[in-house]
């Protein structure tokens, strides 16, 4: 993987408060890549959108953990987003908030790269134990287990590097669009 970069900001006008004249709308800005990093590192559940080989979407819920600029998850090898993801690697991950007047909602896109060596399994592993505690490392957590899955390839685990982010922010009816490039 590539060293954590800075993204160039943009904010959309066209789908922000910037264009529509509610109070704070004037000083509308684009989301500092800070905040959305914070929101990727505390995020507990994300969606996953893989395209099948015929071109139709698959769209389904994972654990993630962001370490040093890229996103890690993983899945099953015969489960339907490993079997999209080898055919065409193109995928995004989505996370945010269910509410309309606040939040910040974060769609990540990239190329997932499937991680092997051994060294950087262990530092995936560490991450995920850090982020998601007795979820992973308690014997009654739901994700018990997933390290030695790591290990020994029953689960795969994918690097997300974004190449293009985006975020769409909402607090007190003033809304936000804004577009990280890499």
């Known amino acids: 993987m590539t060293p954590e970069q800075q993204p160039r900001t943009e904010l959309?006008?066209?789908?922000?408060?910037a264009l529509q004249p509610r109070p704070g709308?004037?000083?509308v800005t684009a989301t500092d890549w800070a905040d959305a990093q914070r929101q990727l590192e505390t995020a507990e559940i994300f969606w996953a959108s893989t395209v099948r080989p015929d071109g139709r979407l698959h769209v389904t819920p994972v654990i993630a953990a962001w370490d040093?600029?890229?996103?890690?998850f993983s899945?099953?090898?015969?489960?339907q987003k490993a079997k999209?993801?080898?055919?065409?690697?193109?995928?995004?991950?989505?996370?945010?908030?269910?509410a309309l007047g606040e939040g910040l909602d974060l769609v990540v896109e990239g190329v997932a790269e499937r991680v092997s060596g051994p060294a950087e399994l262990e530092r995936?592993?560490?991450?995920?134990?850090?982020?998601?505690?007795?979820?992973?490392?308690s014997p009654?957590?739901?994700?018990?287990g997933i390290g030695?899955?790591?290990r020994s390839g029953s689960a795969i685990v994918f690097a997300l590097a974004p190449a293009t982010a985006y975020g769409f922010g909402r607090q007190d009816g003033v809304y936000t669009h804004t577009r990280w490039t890499f």
């Open 25 to 27: 709308s004037a000083d």
């Open 84 to 98: 999209n993801l080898a055919h065409d690697a193109h995928c995004a991950l989505t996370t945010g908030r269910n």
């Open 12 to 17: 959309d006008a066209r789908y922000s408060s």
């Open 68 to 72: 040093s600029g890229v996103l890690y």
């Open 148 to 150: 030695d899955s790591f």
């Open 140 to 144: 009654e957590g739901t994700f018990h």
């Open 75 to 79: 899945t099953g090898p015969e489960e």
């Open 124 to 137: 995936v592993i560490a991450v995920h134990e850090a982020k998601y505690g007795e979820h992973i490392t």
